[in-house]
């Protein structure tokens, strides 16, 4: 039942932004563990930014600290992820996923998550 959807992805020229949105059903995201992965063609998905039992206090991965910020709206079971400063290394498949149990050293591990949702393109060009 349980469902997430992301959406915003584009082409953004280096240096741009884009806001991604990761819409939730089935589940609340008030009492799950929410994050974002991206994975680029032939990379392993990589972390990058967790909101730990949405206590609303985010860690994320030292590639994207100080341009991207999560948030969440509980009102509409969202979760965002702001994109700043783009970077043409930033250009992957970005997922949400959520997780009921995970502890806080699984945070950044992928396999440690139960719901995924279907990824959106982030392209950045040079």
């Known amino acids: 039942q349980a469902q997430l959807v992301e959406s915003g992805g584009g082409l953004v020229p280096a240096g741009g932004s884009l806001r991604l949105s990761c819409e939730a059903s089935g589940l609340a995201i008030n009492t799950y563990t929410m994050a974002w992965f991206r994975q680029a063609p032939g990379n392993e998905r990589e972390f990058v930014a967790g909101?730990?039992?949405?206590?609303?206090?985010?860690s994320y991965a030292k590639s994207v600290e100080g341009r991207f910020t999560m948030s969440k709206d509980t009102a509409k079971n969202t979760v965002y992820l702001q994109m700043n400063s783009l970077k043409t290394e930033d250009t992957a498949v970005y997922y949400c996923?959520?997780?009921?149990?995970?502890?806080?050293?699984?945070?950044?591990?992928?396999?440690?998550?139960?719901?995924w949702g279907q990824g959106t393109q982030v392209t950045v060009s040079s």
């Open positions: 996923a959520a997780d009921s149990g995970l502890i806080l050293s699984s945070l950044r591990v992928p396999s440690q998550y139960d719901f």
């Open positions: 909101d730990f039992r949405s206590y609303g206090r985010r």
